[in-house]
């Protein structure tokens, strides 16, 4: 059990999947009780964390209970309390003067810069604790979906960045013109794109192409044309964060600014045949121009959308089989209006969905990797933060307005060794201590034969086979025989010392790199 290589991973992704031909095309409700390694696939897909305690709760139960239960638990919890800086108002520095002007440049400062680093830890707390629901592990795929950058010329504020975090988790099974809409006049998203600047005279065109291109419809389902009168259609929208100015972080119309000209989109005239205020050019402009999108481009918006959720639930590079299934999925989205539970649901209790050709082949990013390691570990969640982003994902900074590229961009020859290293790092936050007081947690913890399977099964997506348990079990002993593990345990120490070397060797293993 050496140091894993890219190649040694590689081969291990390709043992696993090189059979995928043969997957289930089944959409069927899955109605067999789920085994453990069922209940494990289903919580490591829905969520960043596994625990004995769920795995025990679900094991035995129909997919349909568990998939509803993880839902309700999720709609549950889509309001947690917000970070203290939440209510924070500023002034414009520049209409101030002396310590004044001093002292709002400093909090401009901290929302532009630290707060935002603050607001990644806020977020990386959630993830941690969320374990039995689809809540955080969705939200954090429309983050990924909707990209955006908090660290571009000018900062965005650190509310902005909460408000549209908020928009995902309160919308995470939501509906998805809801979503269109709301994230075309979102604060963060007019600073990104350049919304904000989007004005009659000099329409800015960026959000209007990306709203097509990559949160919508994909390339090749709209025109040139489309976008320019489209960009037309958004303008005159604006975000401050200054009191003085506005009521701060909330989006506001500049009706100077609005084209009021007739806009032909799509093949539909938006004529502002009304009085030109807030309220109405929300509705009869940015909600008419998602409806238009949704309407005449339905079958692509839903086949655009569906692939990218199953690509992040399932399997990230889709074959014949999953091809088909996820046409299945955006019919049932179309059919449903655009609303994600029922396509979600029937996802996730399909017989597709718990075929074991789809348990354990999909590649982890960082947060899979990173938290659902530190979840089980005392360590600062601003440090857990910063180990993503030293790994290539860095939460509510993704490289571009594409998002992350996934996949097999999540392994190098750099970024394998430096997760390992970071786990080491995790681990050594707990002494040997806390580590022998931790398996006793573990039913049967002074058995290894017992023990050491447990603890592979929070970290590995499958029982290894009958070689690999015994030499990790060899590791747990020190090498000393089986039963001697009894008399090791009453050692605090001694055990965790134990418990240490066989993490160790797991997070070297090809497969804790795969779920």
């Known amino acids: 059990m050496g140091s894993i290589t890219r190649r040694d991973l590689w081969s291990t992704v390709f043992q696993g999947t090189s059979h995928r031909t043969k997957v289930s095309g089944s959409l069927d409700e899955y109605t067999l009780p789920l085994t453990r390694l069922q209940v494990q696939h289903l919580l490591r897909r829905a969520s960043f964390n596994v625990t ?6 679900y094991e035995g139960k129909k997919a349909g209970e568990v998939v509803d239960e993880l839902f309700s638990n999720a709609d549950k919890n889509i309001s947690p309390a917000p970070p203290f800086f939440i209510n924070d108002r500023i002034r414009d520095p520049q209409n101030l003067t002396g310590k004044a002007k001093e002292d709002e440049e400093k909090k ?51 509310i902005l960045m909460y408000r549209q975090n908020d928009i995902f988790r309160k919308n995470y099974a939501g509906n998805f013109r809801t979503l269109l809409e709301k994230i075309s006049i979102d604060g963060a998203m007019l600073l990104y794109l350049n919304g ?15 709203l097509m291109e990559l949160f919508s419809l994909g390339v090749g389902n709209y025109t040139e044309q489309d976008i320019r009168e489209a960009a037309k259609i958004l ?25 009021k000209n007739p806009k032909l989109f ?54 014949k089989t999953d091809v088909t299934i996820i046409e299945q999925l955006a019919q049932i ?10 396509m979600l649901k029937t996802l996730f209790k399909s017989q597709h969905f718990f075929d074991d050709l789809n348990i354990g082949v999909q590649l982890k990013s960082p947060a899979e990797s990173i938290i ?7 360590y600062s969640d601003l440090y857990t933060r910063n180990i993503m982003m030293s790994l290539g994902l860095e939460v509510l900074n993704p490289p571009n307005v594409a998002g992350w590229k996934g996949y097999r961009n999540w392994v190098s020859t750099k970024t394998l060794p430096a997760t390992i290293n970071f786990l080491k790092e995790i681990l050594s936050g707990s002494s040997d201590a806390v580590l022998g007081s931790w398996i006793k947690n573990f039913s049967g ?33 020190g090498g000393a025989p089986d039963y001697e593990w009894y008399e090791i345990v009453k050692n605090q120490e001694q055990a965790g010392q134990r418990v240490r070397s066989l993490i160790v060797e797991i997070i070297k293993a090809p497969d804790y790199y795969l779920f």
């Open 372 to 378: 659902g390691f530190s979840h089980h570990f005392e």
């Open 196 to 210: 904000n600047e989007n004005i009659n005279e000099l329409p800015n065109e960026n959000y209007a192409r990306e």
């Open 445 to 477: 913890y002074d058995d290894v034969s017992k023990l050491t399977p447990a603890i592979l099964e929070l970290f590995l997506a499958r029982p290894v086979n009958a070689s690999r348990l015994k030499k990790y079990q060899s590791v747990l002993t």
């Open 52 to 57: 004995h305690e769920l795995i025990n709760k």
């Open 108 to 158: 401009v400062a901290l929302h532009r810069g630290e707060y935002n680093y603050t607001l990644g830890s806020w977020w990386v707390s959630l993830m941690k604790k969320d374990t039995a629901s689809f809540l955080e592990k969705t939200t954090l795929f429309w983050h990924d979906h909707f990209a955006t950058q908090f660290a571009i010329c000018n900062n965005i504020p650190a």
């Open 333 to 342: 989205l179309k059919n449903n209006n655009f609303e994600f539970k029922p």
């Open 266 to 319: 799509m093949g539909e005239v938006f004529n502002a045949n009304y009085e030109v205020n807030e309220k109405n050019v929300y509705e009869y402009s940015v909600r008419k121009l998602i409806d238009v999108i949704l309407t005449k481009k339905g079958t692509e918006a839903s086949r655009f959308i569906s692939k990218k959720i199953y690509e992040y639930f399932v399997y990230a590079n889709p074959e």
């Open 235 to 259: 303008t005159g929208w604006k975000v401050t964060m200054f009191y003085d100015e506005h009521v701060p972080y909330e989006a506001y119309l500049n009706a100077d600014q609005f084209d």
